[in-house]
Structure formats: C-alpha cells, structure tokens
C-alpha cells in the first residue's frame, strides 16, 4: 500500500500551461495538405490531443544565399533577412534593422501557417533563436562555430543580433494579431554542442541544426541589448533567459550574471535534458523574485521506433513528475511533440532514436501525399501526457504531495483535486489516498480513475465514494493514472508542516546533526549531534505573508528568540524584529520528501552546512543554491515532545508576533477559491 496525501497547505503559483516549440515540425509541415495538417493540429492543440496552450516561434537564423543546405529535414528556418542579389557567405556587413528593404517580411511561410492557425489556442507567444544569422556569427554558419566552444556571435554583432530578434518579434506580431509575452534570445547556449565541420569539399557536414555558443560574459551583454532594443520597440515582450540544456548549466550561467543583467531578465527558461539540481534552479527563482518555465525537453525512454511500447510513456510521465515536484515551474513544454517518422525509423536516418516526440510523420511528404501515403502515428507519450494535458489545466495550482510518483493541483472555485500517479512497476499497486490536509471533505466526495495503459488509453472509472477523509485506489501495473477527486476545500488546521507556536527540529541531509546555536559567543550557527535536551538545538517558524503558497516569507528563531538573518553575507543571529526585513526572511521549499531548503528572500543564498563539513560542531552558513546534500534540512515538528507553555513564553518574548489565521481553519485565499 503506497499512501498518498497531497497538501493544499503548499501551492505553486497558478499554471500556465503546456507547450511546445514550434520548430521543426512547423516548418517541415506547413506547406501539408489541410487532411495532414489539419489532423497535426488536433492531436497537438485540439480538444483529444494533447491540449497545449504555449507555442514557442523560432526565429529562423538562415545560411547564407550560396551554402547548400545540410540540416535536418524541418531545420532549415528560414531567416526575415533579405539579402542582395548575389550575397554570398563572405558578404557580411550589408544588413541594418533600419533599412525595411533587408528584412523579408514574407519570410518562414510554413511556420507561420501553424501560427496563424492555432491562434484560436494559444494563450501565451514565445519567440526564441537557436541561432543568429550566418553574417552576425564568427564561422559563417549557423549549425555553430568550427571549435564549439568559442563564441559564435561576433562581439561587434551583439547590438544588431538584439534588434533582429525584437524586429522580428514585432513583424510576427503585427502580421498574425498576436502578443507575443516573451523572448528567449538564446538555446542551450554555453554547451560544446554545436559545431560546423566541413568536409574535403569544404561543405559542411556532421551536425545538422541550428545552434550558437555564447558563453555567460557574452550571454549579459546580449540580454543588455536586447533590454536596450525592446525599450524602444512597438512589442510589449519581456526578456526570458538562457533556454539552457540542463539546471546544473543554468545555475553556472545565472548566478554569474550580475544584479542589473539580473533585473532585466523577466523570466528565468531552463531545459531538463540531465536533471540534477533542479531544486537549485527553484531557489535560484524564488530568491531573485523571477516565474520559471521548463521550456524544453524531449526524449526516447524506450527500446527503439514503438507505437504500443509503455516504457516511453512511462519515462516521460516520471519525467514531467519529477519536473513539476523539483522545479516548481509555472509551465512546461516539449521541444517538439510532432517528430520525423524517417529519422525514428530503424536503418533510416536514425540520429535521434526511435521514440522521440508523441506523434510521428514523415517530415518529406509532398502536396500530393494523403494520410494513406503520408501516415500520421502516436505511441504511448501521446496517451500518457495526456493524463497530464487533459486534467492539470492553465489557472490550476500544483500542490505538494508525499509520493515521488504523484503529482497533484487544485482547481480554483472547482473544489476538486486532480492527481496523477505513475506506475512503472510490473504489478498492480494499491493507493491509500489521504485528503485529510484539507480543511472539508464533503459527503458527496468522489473519486474518478482515468487510466492509461498497454490496454487503452485514458478509459474513465465510474466514480466511487470517498469514506471520510480517505479512499482506497488500485492502478494497474505499468500505467499512468488520473485521479479525480470531488467535493474538497480549504486547508486544514493542522496542514502546513510550520506553524506559530511549534517547536522544529532541522537535521542536516548530509551530515546527520542538528542545527544548533553556536555556544562560543560568535553569535552564529553549527551543527551538533542531536540532543533532545538542548534547547539550543530548537527553533520556531514564523509564517510572515498570509497565503498559502510556495513562495511564503518565513521567520526562523532560535529557542532565546533571536532571528536568523543574512548581514553582509555571513549567517547570523540576531534580536529579532517585529517586522522583519528582507534579509532576516526566508523561503521554506520542499519536494514533498520531509526535506526542506531554507532560501534567502534577500538572496540568492540558502542556508548549508558550510564545506559539506560532517564534523560535530561544524559551521552553518549560506551559499548560492546547488541542490547539495548540505543544503538540504529534514524537518521535524517536535512540539509534542517538549513543555508547551515553553513555546508559549519563547514565542512571546520574541517579537509579540502572531500570524494572522494561525490556529484557524481556513480555506485558500482568495486567489484560490
């Protein structure tokens, strides 16, 4: 029996929604008969396919006029640039954002079919580049420089690179009647992926699609003119940055960057093709006060080109599970769900794998082909982000939840709770789901189970009666499920894990020793061995904002009152205020595990055992976020076992503070109910 007991007490921000880029697909299918394109629109933005609601635009790079072409089917974007009559790859200085007749403004006619016609689904336009144009790059090609990892874009081109992406960001506008939000001038940008080789012949060969290195330095000065040129543009979109390919690369980038290229930045955008520390970039988030996206990621997770395989479907339901418990972000999107069935197919092109994107057609079909010829297929990805697609929708909350196989959100004014559970294991399990984190549990509660396994696809239970405040659930082996729940509101009483008035004990991941005052008048913090006698190893939380959210301000206390605080950039204790200020704040983030990091509002910084030290008394201080085992804290409430009235007089004496609601049953705020 796997229990389950999601916490409303814990909310992400309200849900963007699911998206997808629209390069390469787009521009291989645009030029389709209506019967194929028409049948690609349904299962990617139509009501029983996968209902995205984000569409990221690429903005083509293009190589020069007199280069062959060497991508990959559908990678060939095309750029809004107009060269003159016989520009060859060496002409590189004839092109000026301000001259109308070097702009193409009928330019990516395919791509911008597929704009055009899922306007009526979409509610937020990403722009983004993979590359600039071959004349503002250092090899004269846009698949990358000749050694990958030196910068591709000329220095003297960072201005000019900026004004193209919003020069094209505000064509597209103005021609399609669409806002678009935001742009991402970057992709996976200080990786050693992308390079041009040529062959004997001089011609390029090896890797076939756009990609530019820019490395951090030249990543800060892009985003200071791009912040330049939209200051005086016609757009209203803001910066997102870097697209980056995996959270530890984000990381090194973003916390390089400066304050003031910080504050030009809107959004942060990071990829999950390697996963590690992604709580770190959820941190990195919360203390530099940005909304995240997972912009992009895809993948194979099976055993070659399979329609029925559940492995795949499986792989990508953990994926988005372990996506939306660890990053906490406000959107999630694939790199492209329509992939070229030639290049999955065994002995055909072949360098991706066999089971990348959730519908597969060839990307060479012609204006005579029909569905006969040109077949559109859908594995087990498709059926499976469907679970997700189909019932976490734009406006819901993601809520925390205690199973790493479970995802879970509230759908505001709804009353309901929608779950999804991943089972990748050979046999049936059985769920005992708990809904006793929410404040009322009607008698009308129901739970409805909509199934995807080798067997069908998304085959709806009739709904069964919740008995109380708990209900009994079994999913097949190797399945995906959603679990709809009625009849749910509020937040307990007893809910959130810090509440005014308890006692916590907080035990290093990494070291295995508590946090503790440091004794040796240095006014600081330790570690020490647990001591359930020490009161010196206790402290209180104070919940300082009044929603529920992930993103609530905290007061952390020690047992004499005083508050923790970041001065200077060392940890200290110090008298506590009534009304703390930034730096004495303190975001409390959680996977769901009984874990917790402790973020720096004034940050970035969290706290951490300093050094990965194991040591008895070794010393606590804050450092950026990595997503180590020393910044990690399993959280203990210990109230019961230590003098009440205590905590009562500790409290007291400390600010006179309590929290507005505390010891209440309430339901969610407002923006929640």
């Not at 016609?117 to 600039?132: G, L, M, Q």
């Not at 997503?627 to 230590?642: E, I, K, L």
């Amino acid at each position: 029996m796997v229990t389950v007991r999601p916490d409303p007490s814990y909310q992400h921000p309200a849900f963007e929604g699911w998206g997808t880029s629209l390069v390469w697909f787009a521009n291989a299918t645009g030029d389709y008969p209506d019967e194929l394109r028409e049948t690609l629109v349904r299962l990617v933005f139509g009501e029983d396919g996968l209902r995205l609601t984000i569409a990221r635009y690429n903005i083509g790079g293009g190589n020069a006029p007199d280069v062959r072409d060497y991508l990959r089917p559908g990678g060939a974007v095309q750029g809004w640039w107009q060269a003159p009559e016989g520009t060859t790859r060496g002409d590189v200085d004839w092109w000026s954002a301000d001259d109308p007749a070097d702009w193409n403004v009928d330019a990516d006619s395919t791509q911008r079919w597929w704009v055009d016609r899922i306007r009526p689904y979409v509610t937020k336009w990403e722009t983004f580049a993979n590359s600039p144009p071959w004349f503002m790059t250092r090899s004269g090609y846009v698949s990358g420089g000749f050694l990958p990892w030196n910068d591709q874009l000329k220095a003297t081109s960072v201005d000019d690179f900026a004004r193209y992406v919003v020069g094209v960001t505000e064509r597209l506008e103005a021609a399609h009647g669409i806002r678009v939000d935001s742009i991402d001038p970057f992709n996976e940008p200080n990786t050693n992926h992308w390079v041009t080789i040529l062959g004997f012949d001089g011609r390029p060969v090896g890797v076939r699609q756009e990609g530019a290195h820019l490395g951090p330095e030249l990543q800060q000065r892009v985003v200071h003119a791009l912040a330049d040129a939209l200051a005086g543009s016609a757009t209203e979109a803001r910066i997102a940055a870097m697209d980056e390919t995996n959270p530890s690369i984000f990381v090194r980038n973003w916390t390089s960057y400066p304050a003031d290229v910080k504050a030009a930045v809107g959004r942060m955008n990071v990829h999950t093709y390697a996963t590690a520390r992604r709580t770190a970039v959820r941190d990195l988030a919360k203390s530099d006060g940005k909304p995240l996206w997972m912009s992009e990621v895809e993948g194979d997770w099976g055993h070659g080109q399979d329609f029925e395989d559940m492995e795949p479907g499986l792989g990508l339901a953990q994926h988005i599970t372990d996506d939306l418990r660890e990053l906490e972000p406000s959107a999630w999107v694939f790199w492209q769900p329509v992939e070229d069935y030639d290049n999955m197919t065994p002995g055909g092109q072949g360098d991706l794998g066999g089971n990348w994107g959730e519908i597969q057609v060839p990307f060479d079909c012609t204006g005579e082909d029909t569905s006969r010829t040109c077949p559109v297929h859908t594995n087990q990805k498709f059926n499976t982000a469907r679970n997700f697609t189909h019932h976490i929708r734009p406006g819901d909350h993601l809520v925390k939840v205690d199973d790493a196989n479970t995802v879970a959100a509230i759908r505001p004014g709804a009353h309901t709770i929608t779950l999804v559970h991943t089972n990748p294991t050979p046999d049936p399990r059985d769920l005992l789901l708990d809904l006793s984190k929410f404040a009322t549990v009607g008698p009308g509660a129901t739970v409805t189970a909509i199934v995807t396994d080798r067997s069908g696809a998304l085959r709806a239970s009739a709904p069964v009666p919740v008995d109380g405040v708990e209900t009994n659930v079994r999913v097949p082996a190797r399945s995906v499920t959603t679990l709809v729940v009625t009849d749910v509101a509020g937040v307990a009483e007893d809910a959130a894990t810090f509440r005014d008035g308890h006692r916590y004990r907080f035990v290093g991941v990494q070291c295995g020793r508590s946090l503790a005052v440091d004794r040796s008048g240095r006014d600081g913090l330790v570690v020490r061995t647990t001591d359930v006698a020490s009161d010196d190893q206790l402290w209180t939380v104070t919940r300082l904002t009044g929603g529920w959210t992930n993103r609530e301000h905290h007061q952390l206390r020690a047992h004499d009152g005083r508050q923790v605080a970041v001065r200077s950039g060392a940890l200290v204790l110090e008298p506590a205020q009534e009304t703390p200020d930034e730096a004495a704040r303190w975001y409390l983030s959680t996977t769901g595990d009984g874990t917790y990091t402790m973020a720096s509002v004034a940050g970035p910084g969290n706290i951490e055992v300093t050094g990965q030290a194991m040591a008895d008394g070794s010393a606590v201080g804050v450092w950026p976020p990595n997503a180590g085992p020393n910044q990690r804290w399993q959280v203990t409430d210990v109230t019961d076992v230590t003098d009440a009235t205590d905590v009562r007089n500790v409290t007291d004496a400390g600010v006179g503070r309590t929290n507005a609601g505390s010891g209440q049953r309430r339901g969610f705020p407002s923006a929640t109910t």
